[in-house]
């Protein structure tokens, strides 16, 4: 890999850690609901996630890394925890 990649995939480490970070510093009780402008004033990036997940009725829930949202409405987004043993929860 060049020096060119390597700096790429670190920036995006970066702000994927930093997103992260950003999630789980704001959902503290396990299941947040947090305004757009709250993320977007810490740092959030919406362009970058690791995974996403889209349930039966639609709703795609993106994550970084265990950290995840899903948009509700009017700008707001549900925060919730990933957890291995039993998929994505909203409580931890």
């Known amino acids: 890999m060049n020096r060119g990649n390597e700096k790429f995939v670190r920036n995006v480490q970066n702000v994927l850690r930093r997103n992260r970070r ?30 996403s997940y889209t349930t039966k009725k639609g709703k795609t829930y993106c994550f970084c890394f ?18 291995d043993s039993f998929g994505f929860e909203t409580l931890r």
């Open 66 to 83: 265990d950290q995840g949202y899903v948009d509700l409405e009017n700008e707001y987004f549900r925060l919730v925890f990933e957890d």
């Open 22 to 51: 950003i999630l789980s510093e704001l959902n503290m009780e396990g299941s947040e609901k947090v305004h757009r402008d709250e993320l977007i004033a810490r740092g959030f990036n919406f362009t970058f996630h690791t995974h």
